[in-house]
């Protein structure tokens, strides 16, 4: 006999004696505590064992053409739990626990991808889906009773209620409200037998999972709630109890449907992929897992400052980046909980619209500028002086206000987010390791990197000149400017001027040189050129001094079409030969050289560092509307497949789904989680990203590749359920069949249709 079938052997022997299926409510906890501790540890050893890399336990105890023993091991195990998993008759904290656990050992089962097919058969018709949901039902009751209490209402009445959409709905609050909630025994429980549900349904295709399941895509809130009232009257004005009718829907498939709206909210999926005994990669595991209560504590504007500077350079930068920043999301997290504490809505302030606030602001600026435009003329001094403090004092007030409210919420927690990153980069021990120096480095990283208060900045400083320099009527002009800060394409153009800004200061010296050689020459051997007569007869003269030939050049030179040409006399090639040569090949020389050569230099830099932008803009843009970032498949390739794309992504490969699964992980212990948590734990922690799924092409071929048993599994699972017996859809009903018996219809099933 293995070790896996001794274990369960004692397992059932241990549940046997304690007799936890027979407590009743109002039952002392102590006396019901025992044998608990060596179940437990027992417990998670066979879900340890399921979970590993070899075969050798599930070969052990499938039901094929082994020995009865095996069978009878399973079996018997089987049998000693049923009633205790569906044992709703009490409110006992460790019988929900006992309960919870053995559903652990179930789901480890379906999560298992090497799990042969006959035995999800067996544990799928001894725990039907519909006797789950309805243990799920009762439990879920209880607790809302426990946690929204009513007179003359104990947990041992909850046959008098019935699960609806508002107590759905009031659970859904209260999960992201209050952390206990999640750790109460009754909601893991219930959790526990929902992924049950919802793994039987996703992975083995299991109708009757399917069917309850996907009640939610099938009926629209305010219908169903219609329908049900609806076979409510229907039921009273015929005095009957029966439970299907098309006058609406049952009081079953209503609460199916309340809970599946609850746990759908705070229930996700990932797949992980898995490494064999190789270290290759093996097959792709589904997870369900459920959102952490303070999850939502991560601020809009963080998601999105995320997603629009995400680096996708490659794959493994983007999957890099996630695990990277899921530390500081999970920093956040804590931050805006520990405040929330203190000021009740201060994760929405965190999560305030400051791009859409900007807006607003540069509306006003542009209202301001707009009367200035069509009305300039008409006003008088004092008028002019009145619209232009009033509006500096609103946009004044209203910007100082911003500014308030962002150093409040916003700028700690990024500060102390930028100084974790500052001290990693620098590999100093801790953010508290920083000097005062390093300190300043990272409060300007944050203030004018983040391009979050850049604007208001700008707008409290000219609306503020425009409150202090009323008299001076162009400075409203100057707010405007602020435009660029809501556009890419304006970011752009700032940019292309001062992205290089070391080579268009080096190109700038190398012009002023060129000029400076030129001013020299026309002053000391073309000085009497360089006179113009003016209309009343006087001569000009640009070349009084070298410093006065300098400013010309630079002044004419660079603004004249033809460069200094026309500043000089008026050629004359007959009297005056060698000055009209003189003056031919110097301006020539200046037109080439200067306007030519040197201006295309600069312009080209400009315009390249723009064109650079421009195309890491489009290449971006092109990566998030055509790359998933989980798998790296191409839009195209997918949709080849005949897989969509935008399902793709928001479906089975969502980022934030991951980001979430890998911040719950946060708060798991590596050494009391299961083995798949386990390893995404270790992968995280070395940077790894071989736990990211491949591609569904890949995905598919995982697992064409696995066993003749796995490749089978929908055929031997929908033969399977033939021979399901109808007691399993109640309650109550008796479970004596033999595995045997299911496995031997099932092949006699196969050798008629060959």
Known sequence: ??????????????????????????TSEQNIVFFYDIFFALNELIIEMVQGTSKENLNSIQSCNDCGEKQSVFF???????????????????????????????????????????????IKSIFHPNIIFLSIIATLKKLYIKTFPEEDLAPKDYNKKVFNLEMSQKFIEIFFKDEEFSTTPEFELANRMYQYVKLLSAEYSDEASTNIIEIVENFVEKDIEEKYKKYQMWKQSHNIDEEETEEGVDETKYQNYCVVKFFERITRTVKVQLLDEDDKPGPISRVLFTLHPTINNLSENTKNEFYDNLNRENRYTKLFAVMENADYFFEEIKYNLEKSKTIEYFTKLNSFNYFWWECFMFTICFVQNLIILLEYRKFEEDYWVIIVVKFAIVQFILNLLTLIMWFLSRFPLIFLIESKKFALETKLKDENSLSCLQKTSVFMRVVFDKNEILGFLWYTFFSLLCFLFPDVHYIPSIGMMAVTNLSLTMKNILNSMTKRYKQLIQTAVFLIICLYIFACGAFFFLQDQLIQTQPNGDDEVFCQTLLYCLLTMINFGLRTEGGIGPLFKKPDFEGNQNGYLSTFFFGTLFFIIILVVVLAIVLSIVIDTFDELKEKALEIEKDMFNVCVICGQQKDDLEKNNINFTNHTSTEHNMWVYIDYIIGLKYVDPQETNAINSYVIESI?????????????????????????NNETQKITMKAKTY??????????????????????????EKQED
């Open 76 to 122: 018997n195990y089987l049998n000693s739990v049923r009633s205790l998993v569906l044992h709703d008759n009490c409110d006992s904290q460790i019988v929900y626990q006992c309960r919870k656990d053995i559903t652990d050992f179930f789901v480890a089962f379906l999560e298992e991808k090497k799990t042969p097919t006959n035995l999800i058969v067996i």
């Open 1 to 26: 006999m293995s070790v896996f079938n001794l274990v369960m052997k004692v397992i059932t022997k241990i549940i046997l004696i304690s007799k936890w299926e027979k407590v009743k409510f109002d």
């Open 685 to 709: 922690r070395k940077k790894a990203i071989g736990w990211f799924p491949i591609t569904p092409q890949a995905m598919q071929e995982e697992e064409n590749n696995d066993t003749d048993e």
């Open 724 to 749: 399901e017996s109808n007691d399993f859809n109640n309650k109550n009903g008796g479970n004596d069949r033999k595995l045997n018996d299911i496995q031997e219809k099932v092949e006699e099933e």
